[in-house]
């Protein structure tokens, strides 16, 4: 980035903030809980005109609860799998989703990545590792996270109007983790951020599901018991259902 990108950038920071808002800012999650949608919308506050320099461009991010999280490789040996080598992840976010109105490597530098840590790699924290090609750990947790819906890169979906209002919808799966999940804007020229927003998103349990979580990590012997006399009770109801129907 030259120095007059720089100088051009620090000066539009104090120009053009966000103004934002959130679909809702809780999710509960319950029995039937199949995964949520935060809509994002917002605008760009400016004190001066719309710049003719180079077009305004916006990405989103929400970050779970952050979690060591220990990487396995297993290879073939004797017939049987075993684990082998592995490397521990010092912090990785159990779900993490950015979405860009245009493509991350135009709205986005990679000095100004490292710098804020937005992509997903440089979400991911690893402690350092002797093991040859360590690397490949992490972007085995990157791989697996995002087959399973958990990490995403969503380039071109944030609507942008006139430069001004913005908005976006991102899709949260249905197997979420409690906790705040952290939703950064950022607002962008030349590759520079010249503003940037946070607020939290809360999940929680609710109703029977909080009772048995709480439950189970307060009174673990009496959360077995009940855990026992409902598998018991599930089964002595189907065995009657099928006893009715067989009569019948």
Do not use: C
Request: no cysteine; glycine share 6%.
């Amino acid at each position: 980035m030259s120095l007059w990108s720089a100088l051009f950038a620090a000066s539009t920071a104090m120009a053009e903030e966000v103004v934002l808002g959130l679909s809702h800012d809780r999710v509960a999650i319950t029995a039937t809980f199949d995964g949520s949608e935060i809509l994002i919308f917002g605008a760009v506050k400016r004190e001066t005109p719309i710049s003719d320099r180079a077009p305004l461009e916006v990405i989103v991010t929400i970050s779970g609860p952050k979690e060591p999280v220990m990487v396995r490789r297993k290879e073939r040996s004797m017939g049987i799998w075993v684990n082998t080598d592995s490397v521990a992840v010092d912090s990785a976010p159990s779900f993490y989703a950015v979405a860009t109105s245009a493509p991350f490597s135009e709205v986005l530098s990679d000095t100004e990545d490292l710098r804020h840590k937005v992509s997903i790699r440089r979400a991911i924290r690893s402690v350092g590792s002797t093991i040859e090609g360590a690397q490949a750990f992490k972007e085995a947790l990157m791989r697996i996270r995002e087959e399973n819906g958990f990490y995403s890169l969503q380039e071109n979906v944030v609507s942008l109007d006139e430069q001004t209002l913005f908005r976006t919808a991102l899709q949260m799966p249905a197997d979420l983790i409690e906790g705040q999940y952290e939703t950064r804007i950022f607002l962008t020229r030349d590759g520079s951020v010249v503003s940037q927003y946070e607020t939290v998103i809360e999940v929680n349990k609710v109703g029977v599901e909080r009772f048995l979580f709480n439950l189970s990590r307060e009174q673990p012997p009496l959360y077995g018991i009940l855990a026992l006399f409902i598998a018991v009770l599930s089964g002595w109801g189907a065995a009657a259902i099928f006893q009715l129907l067989r009569n019948g």
